[in-house]
């Protein structure tokens, strides 16, 4: 059975096995997502492309 999920913060479809992907994923880049995605509920869940993407803001010194 194929299950999509549309991720609430990159709206990129992905496969749902991933939801829960943001329950291992830092408090600090939990933060930056809610601030820039503010309609974000985090029991929504997140795919790993988004999550990687602010961590590379951080990474580069782009956002705080």
């Not at 479809?13 to 829960?20: F, K």
Request: net charge negative.
């Amino acid at each position: 059975m194929d299950n999509t999920y549309v991720c609430p913060v990159c709206e990129r479809e992905v496969d749902d096995a991933i939801i829960p992907f943001h329950k291992n994923v830092e408090k600090q880049i939990l933060d930056l997502i809610k601030t820039h995605n503010p309609r974000w509920i985090e029991s929504d869940g997140t795919c790993p492309k988004a999550v990687e993407y602010y961590k590379s803001l951080i990474a580069h010194r782009i956002i705080k």
